[in-house]
């Protein structure tokens, strides 16, 4: 029987196809094509009774569910959810919930438009099953109709043209998360990078006077570092404590341990103290792990390894820069010392190559 039809597909010329209705040229082109329906019934033979009705709003939900997900998503990363880290007192810490809400809301939404779909195809298309002999070789014109009616029948099957409750929900979904990376590429470039007026990106806000803070906006005295010890200190100016490219490490030297200081350099270290950038020039990762018997520097993220005694040149990894050295200075406060910067690094920090003078 099947070998009758596929003849008699081949013996029909352009003009009697068109004139067949969509469901037997559908059915026509699949055993053209070597595939059989062996069964295919509407899911609801009646159409437009409470079923369907029941089946369609909860589809339209799961739709409208990820178009408000998308539209969440772009109103908290446009500012609605602070995402700036505050000193202790300064105000309540819920930049933590930033990047998480980021995400579930994000993953909500292509969630819901995955269930949407395949409920779609569950609860509403003709359930069919059929089966399919290979075969090679290119289309002709028959083979070619008659694949634009079984693409027609698919989605007259969809019912999009009748339930527009799903049309414009899975419009509106679609919309909205195909607008979240336009928001997040087109956001990123909108603010400029520099820090205003006089700011430039190859600078820090490190200067010649600016007080050597710990992150609570305590100053760093040299009576608070034990020899071998270390201490992660910031710029103390307004938003240093929160700028990308402050965090510096303060390391004591033991007893006998000499740095071999870069050419200019030989200023920057104050007695036995040294403070280079916490920023591997690697990737940007913190280098903090510091072994002080042997003065190396250790970068978590990638294993590159800084010789302290060296200046903290690379002497492994894939770090290729040394880590720029901070000028320290000593000021007297109420009788006490407390470290200040003399300067600020003499070259860009971290790994961005916008950076680099």
């Given at each position: ?42 899911r ?8 369907e ?7 339209a ?15 908290v ?19 933590r919930?930033?990047t ?80 979240v ?32 803070v ?31 490219d ?67 040149k ?44």
């Amino acid at each position: 029987m099947s070998d009758m039809k596929s003849n008699e597909a081949a013996r029909l010329d352009p003009n009697e196809l068109a004139a067949m209705s969509t469901e037997e040229a559908m059915i026509l082109a699949a055993e053209e094509d070597g595939v059989y329906i062996v069964h295919r019934r509407e899911r609801f033979p009646i159409a437009g009774t409470r079923t369907e009705k029941r089946a369609e709003r909860t589809i339209a939900g799961t739709f409208l569910l990820a178009f408000l997900s998308a539209v969440g998503f772009i109103v908290v990363f446009c500012g609605a959810v602070p995402y700036q880290w505050h000193l202790p007192g300064e105000g309540p810490q819920t930049f933590r919930y930033f990047t998480p809400l980021l995400g579930a809301l994000l993953g909500l939404s292509l969630a819901c438009i995955g269930i949407g779909i395949v409920l779609w195809a569950k609860w509403l298309m003709p359930e069919e099953e059929a089966v399919q002999d290979r075969h090679d070789g290119p289309s002709d014109e028959v083979q070619q109709i008659l694949t634009a009616a079984t693409l027609t029948s698919g989605y007259n099957d969809t019912g999009v043209a009748r339930r527009s409750i799903l049309k414009s929900t899975v419009g509106l979904a679609g919309g909205a998360l195909g607008a979240v990376p336009l928001v997040a590429m087109v956001g990123a470039m909108i603010k400029k990078p520099n820090r205003g007026e006089g700011q430039s990106m190859f600078h820090t806000l490190w200067k010649a006077g600016v007080p050597i803070v710990y992150s609570d906006g305590r100053r760093v005295s040299p009576d608070d570092i034990l020899p071998g010890g270390l201490a992660t200190v910031f710029p103390g100016v307004p938003g240093g404590v929160k700028a990308g490219d402050s965090p510096t490490l303060i390391i004591r030297l033991r007893p006998g341990q000499v740095v071999r200081s870069r050419k200019g350099q030989d200023s920057y270290q104050w007695g036995d103290f040294v403070a280079y950038s916490k920023i591997c020039t690697h990737a940007g990762c913190p280098a903090s792990l510091y072994e002080q018997q042997t003065g190396r520097l250790l970068c978590p993220c990638h294993q590159s390894q800084f010789d302290v005694f060296q200046d903290a040149k690379p002497v492994f990894g894939p770090a290729t820069r040394s880590l720029p050295k901070l000028p320290l200075g000593v000021e007297v406060v109420d009788g006490k010392q407390y470290f200040k910067a003399n300067g600020d690094f003499p070259e860009a920090i971290g790994p961005a190559f916008w950076e680099r003078p």
